[in-house]
């Protein structure tokens, strides 16, 4: 079973917009990772957030945390259609066996 | 995908017949995983390692069996294969039980 759920499921931009994605859960959790599939591709790691942790920065990418909401976000700011592609969010819960779960995934298109 | 193959990279075969799928790495990591991604359902734990003869079962491991004889290779078995098993499947690797780092994948079609 899932432990993360992103919202929404689809994306549809214009290129320079604005991108932002959510991820929930539903236990605590060690970390949190957001990854990246382009189509046919194996997933890429894209950054990391700690628990303890509530903001992080990697480029055009900006990932928050709210622990007591049990919820991510992931922003891509000024997007290119190069960043069309399906994002994952996987949790890796506190305790246990520090193996990431992964959501269904947002599928983002960047229309040029 | 660097330092991370898979093979073959596509696979059709016969209801029944066994499937074997190849996971190599030159990274020296000691973490190995098989997940399978089918529409709908994401990503999938199927069987991990965590060491040289140290496996585990994840999320979906019935009708699948896992051997990591030496650090570099992790093998996927499908005994007697089945349509359900038709599925995209992954291999990752990972140093520090983190963040993971995935090959090509395969694309498995049983008929």
């Known amino acids: 079973s899932q432990q993360g759920e992103e919202d929404p499921q689809a994306l549809s931009i214009q290129e320079g917009e604005n991108a932002t994605m959510n991820c929930s859960y539903k236990t605590s959790i060690n970390n949190l990772q957001w990854y990246r599939q382009n189509s046919g591709r194996g997933l890429v790691h894209l950054i990391l957030?700690?628990?303890?942790?509530r903001e992080k920065h990697s480029g055009r990418l900006r990932v928050t945390l709210d622990t007591s909401k049990k919820s991510s976000s992931l922003l891509i700011t000024a997007s290119r259609a190069a960043d069309t592609a399906s994002y994952f969010c996987a949790t890796v819960a506190s305790g246990g066996s520090y193996i990431p779960t992964f959501g269904r995934g947002t599928s983002l298109i960047v229309h040029p | 995908d660097a330092g991370i193959t898979q093979s073959p990279r596509h696979k059709v075969t016969e209801t029944g017949t066994p499937v074997t799928l190849r996971c190599h790495q030159t990274e020296n990591h000691r973490y190995m995983y098989w997940y399978r991604q089918d529409p709908g359902h994401g990503l999938r734990l199927i069987h991990y390692s965590y060491g040289v003869k140290d496996t585990d079962k994840g999320e979906v491991s019935d009708g699948y069996s896992v051997s990591r004889s030496k650090t570099e290779d992790f093998l996927l078995t499908l005994e007697s294969a089945t349509s359900s098993q038709t599925s995209v499947y992954f291999c990752?690797?990972?140093?520090?039980?983190?963040?993971?780092?995935f090959g090509p994948g395969t694309r498995l079609t049983v008929l």
């Open positions: 990752a690797i990972s140093p520090s039980l983190h963040e993971q780092f």
């Open positions: 957030i700690r628990s303890n942790e």
